[in-house]
């Protein structure tokens, strides 16, 4: 596998402008939003490399391990799990980093943290996708009468789908 930043991808690589990167990292959140997986798959390169989860956790490969990542996340929420997308900044190159805002509804108590993805993008496909979040006690919980006292470590930080704005 490769390590995070480094593409699995072998083949040329076809330049892409620094405005093409950083539409297509739009266009993934407003499909994670609409959960459009089709324009999804359409997005990713198939052998994407990715890091959705705590630091340490294993680097994962492929878009339909992606995509079923995010579902679970999603059905574990009851389809509340949701990043509203705040700004998206390229390195003039292949390199994006998009700022999102983390929501979800865990245990009746509804959870918020700041995050952003490092995404890069080559011959019109996102090729790695890494995940950085707010260390845990920068996390908001609203208690609810039934919420349990602290949100659970294994759930509340892994809000990773992602709604968004569309170009």
Not at 84 to 97: A, E, F, H, K, W
Request: one cysteine or more; charged letters at 25%.
């Amino acid at each position: 596998m490769p390590r995070p930043g480094a593409s699995a991808h072998t083949g040329s690589v076809t330049a892409i402008s620094p405005d093409d990167a950083t539409d297509l990292v739009r266009r993934m959140y407003g499909a994670f939003g609409r959960r459009d997986l089709r324009q999804l798959g359409q997005l990713l390169d198939p052998e994407i490399g990715f890091a959705l989860g705590d630091p340490g956790e294993a680097w994962e490969e492929g878009s339909a391990r992606l995509l079923d990542r995010l579902a679970s996340v999603v059905n574990a929420s009851d389809g509340t799990a949701a990043a509203v997308l705040d700004g998206v900044y390229s390195d003039g190159g292949s390199r994006v980093i998009a700022f999102h805002r983390e929501l979800a509804t865990w245990h009746g108590g509804r959870h918020e943290t700041s995050g952003c993805l490092l995404v890069t993008v080559s011959s019109g496909h996102i090729q790695t996708l890494e995940r950085f979040r707010a260390a845990p006690s920068a996390t908001l919980f609203r208690e609810s009468t039934d919420a349990p006292a602290s949100p659970s470590p294994d759930t509340w930080h892994r809000a990773t789908d992602i709604e968004g704005d569309e170009t």
